[in-house]
């Protein structure tokens, strides 16, 4: 979705400009434009004048307008994708504009936040957890019509994929010879992804050329065949990445973790080839194990390589086949393959219900095993997250652990997307609601979110940590982390915890707090519905209809905001969304943009299904 | 004057063509569709005329319009049962 009738005197102007004004841009590709070779020179020559650059990065406000600078206009002029109707107001509209904000929001300019009032994301603890959960959750209902639509819509793109696969042969790879087999692939998936997901294809797995920090640049790709193939046009757009789960803002191409992985990995090479097990351990791995229990505050870690290998094949080490496990509805992927290959019994509790929970607890307890002729179960165990992404919601942790204590089972705590996100000092949720990090059995996180890296942890006592030493796959066969992963984490985490003796990590996690919330409550403003808590950085935002998850994208897109949709294998057919997903590199004005652009999107497209009632208020940062 | 009316007929079939899904298929695919929900509305129409008057004509005692007329012959010229 490229803005290819844009002319390349705009773009000149933008980096006269930026020449002119004596400053450093940073990646001066605007939409749409073949990336120029004089600007490649250019960095280069930037690169070799190494002094000038140390001297240019320490100036950070040289380095605040610069980001004014390059996020300004004309790189974000609006392009009109359609002739007809549709009524979007100019980017110039909007309340972003460099010369008006430089100082005037209370936005943390120099070193984090400067607004002494604000409150850290943390639970108030005023109201009981029951009460303060529903407070500050929300999962509004469908409106009938609109669930009417979705039904009816997606029945019609089933007729149609059907009338389709009855005319034409799928411009797909056929296997031959293989008369008298059976299918090898499922019918109902191909068919599904041929004709329906095929439509809106160009909204999913777009390839980008940059770092996904607080922008990325996206690589411009067009099909001449509906979806079937894509062919790129060799032109780049940049946008604002609000779909990159880089809640700290840690995945960055600078700074201190990019500094020491690359160090790392001159001194240690990029991988050891071999287990932990075997050749691959080293004082790296069992530091960042010391410094990440420390971090959960438990006695002892182990870290992997993977994030998703950490749920699937460390909980069929921990769960055998006369074990219950009761399993939140809404859990990851990775749990669920986890417990399929454990071969524990699995009872499915309603999102986020403690009635619910407790009516599987109790009947668990009750009845034992019925195919053990009713004999307790060996364990049982509760698995929740802590941040479920699709939902944006937040486990009810005070709830589960005052259960959890009621029925003497094991809790499994998942914290994929809070850790680092949620509570004062990044800790996650055992940290938001003020819990006791020895009440969870087991903790288990991955360092691809808010460290910006790649790998998983489980943390807990040491003997559960000796146990999975000794007894899981993913420690005794799967690689060893790479060192540069394994610094990144490292210095990420060390930042996070203040050990590098500055503020930048607290502020970080401050600022996250605080996008969200505003983020959050702007949305709740326009009128749009959101699922999910107030204080979860994932905030999806529901469009119900495919068609609309493509359109929104597509919009966003030409207005160089780059968001990531669900739809349905991930979601309920009914609740097709559009997923943002904020970061503590985003500014305000970058979200005031994006906001102002949501805002009049969602105007345009039929977004605005919210019957509550609205907050008249500005909302302030 | 005339480009608003184009402007607010375009815009509100592309809303339309959003919530029925037709917006993201192919052409024809389009024109398919739209044949069918044609044929879908003369078959209900024409079974609402010629069989759900006449139910409920006999249901609730109206006499049919042919009937009342004067001069008309019943079942010649207008055909309403």
């Known amino acids: 979705m490229g803005n290819v009738d844009d002319d390349s005197a705009t773009f000149e102007q933008s980096y006269d400009c930026a020449n002119n004004r004596n400053e450093k841009v940073s990646t001066p590709i605007s939409n749409g434009h073949i990336p120029s070779h004089a600007f490649v020179q250019q960095k280069v020559e930037g690169q070799l004048s190494e002094p000038e650059l140390v001297e240019e990065e320490q100036n950070e406000e040289q380095l605040l307008l610069n980001k004014h600078l390059k996020f300004s206009a004309p790189a974000y002029t609006e392009i009109r994708t359609r002739s007809g109707g549709l009524k979007f107001k100019g980017t110039s509209e909007g309340s972003y504009h460099p010369a008006k904000q430089l100082e005037a929001n209370g936005h943390a300019t120099k070193s984090g936040s400067k607004c002494e009032k604000f409150k850290p994301s943390q639970a108030d603890g005023v109201l009981s957890a029951e009460q303060e959960h529903y407070q500050k959750t929300s999962f509004e209902d469908v409106p009938l019509h609109t669930a009417c639509l979705t039904y009816l819509g997606f029945y019609l793109l089933m007729i149609l994929g059907y009338i389709n696969q009855l005319l034409f042969v799928p411009k797909v790879a056929t296997e031959k010879g293989r008369e008298g087999y059976v299918a090898l692939y499922d019918a109902f998936e191909s068919f599904y992804s041929r004709y329906v997901y095929r439509r809106v294809r160009d909204c999913w797995n777009r390839p980008i050329c940059s770092v996904p920090g607080d922008e990325l640049v996206l690589k411009d790709r067009v099909t001449d065949d509906y979806g079937w193939s894509f062919r790129f046009t060799g032109t780049e757009t940049r946008c604002l990445n609000l779909g990159s789960y880089n809640y700290l803002g840690f995945a960055a191409a600078t700074g201190a973790c990019a500094d020491d992985s690359e160090q790392r990995a001159r001194q240690k090479g990029l991988a050891y080839c071999s287990p932990r097990s075997e050749l691959g351990n080293t004082q790296l791995h069992i530091d960042l194990e010391r410094l990440t229990a420390r971090y959960c505050g438990v006695e002892d870690a182990i870290v992997f390589g993977m994030g998703f290998a950490t749920n699937a094949l460390n909980l069929p080490s921990l769960l055998g086949p006369n074990c219950l496990v009761v399993s939140d509805e809404k859990n990851h992927a990775s749990i669920i393959l986890g417990l399929r290959l454990s071969g524990a019994t699995t009872r499915v509790f309603k999102h986020n219900s403690m009635r619910d929970l407790e009516r599987v607890l109790r009947n668990g307890v009750c009845y034992g095993n019925p195919k053990n002729g009713g004999k307790p179960w060996n364990k049982i165990m509760i698995l929740v997250e802590g941040i479920f992404s699709m939902e944006g919601s937040l486990v009810r942790l005070p709830e589960i652990i005052a259960l959890k204590k009621k029925y003497k089972a094991y809790l499994y705590l998942d914290e994929a997307h809070s850790i680092g996100s949620m509570g004062p000092t990044g800790r996650g949720v055992v940290e938001y609601f003020g819990a006791d990090p020895k009440d969870v059995d087991i903790l288990m996180g991955t360092f691809t979110k808010s460290f910006g890296s790649a790998g998983g942890y489980i943390a807990g006592s040491k003997k559960l940590i000796d146990f999975l030493r000794t007894n899981s796959h993913a420690h005794c066969y799967a690689s060893s982390i790479s060192p540069p992963i394994v610094q990144q984490i490292y210095t990420s985490m060390s930042i996070i915890m203040g050990e590098d003796g500055t503020d930048t990590g607290r502020n970080k996690v401050q600022q996250l707090a605080r996008n969200t919330r505003y983020f959050r409550r702007r949305l709740a403003q326009m009128g749009v519905i959101t699922y999910g808590h107030e204080d979860s950085p994932v905030v999806p935002m529901l469009v119900y209809l495919f068609s609309k998850i493509g359109a929104v994208i597509r919009t966003l897109t030409t207005r160089h905001i780059a968001v990531v949709g669900a739809g349905f294998p991930a979601t309920p057919i009914m609740e097709g969304r559009i997923r943002f997903c904020l970061s503590a590199a985003h500014t305000k004005e970058q979200l005031d943009y994006a906001l102002d652009v949501i805002d009049d999107v969602s105007e345009n497209l039929g977004l605005k299904y919210s019957r509550k009632p609205r907050d008249p208020k500005i909302i302030e940062y | ?81």
Do not use: D
Not at chain 2, 5 to 11: C, E, K, T, V
């Open chain 2, 1 to 81: 004057m005339l480009n608003n009316i184009i402007n607010f007929a375009n815009y509100w079939w592309f809303r339309y063509l959003m919530v029925t899904e037709l917006y993201v298929v192919e052409k024809w695919e389009r024109v398919a569709i739209h044949v069918i929900f044609m044929v879908l509305f003369c078959v209900f129409w024409y079974f609402n005329y010629s069989v759900l008057l006449s139910v409920t004509g006999n249901l609730f005692g109206y006499t049919p319009m042919g009937n009342i007329l004067p001069g008309v012959q019943q079942a010649s010229g207008i055909k309403v049962t």
